[in-house]
């Protein structure tokens, strides 16, 4: 049986909606952990706002409650701030 985490990555990480939608780096949770420096940091950080601005549709599509996601991406975009605010010395590990 594959992890509860694995299956997130596919389900809703990797799901088709959040490429409809413009997220182009998230999505590729699904194929890999990620490693975000530089410039794709803040790509990153407007993947998140595509998802919590559409997050109702996305829970619909996803069967993953708004609250879940809510949280994991409000989580991401802490971590996110911090390294865009260091982007010269600092990234982050999605996995």
Known sequence: MKHKVEICRKELW?????????????P????????IINDEL?????DCQI????????SLVTNYSK???????NNLLKFIEIALNNKENLGINIS
């Open 67 to 73: 609250k879940f996601v809510e949280f994991r991406i």
């Open 28 to 35: 590729k949770l699904n194929e890999s952990d990620l490693y």
């Open 51 to 58: 998802i919590l601005k559409n997050i109702n549709e996305i």
């Open 14 to 26: 990797g799901n088709n909606k959040l490429k409809d939608l413009g997220c182009t780096i998230i």
């Open 42 to 46: 803040q790509t990153v950080y407007e």
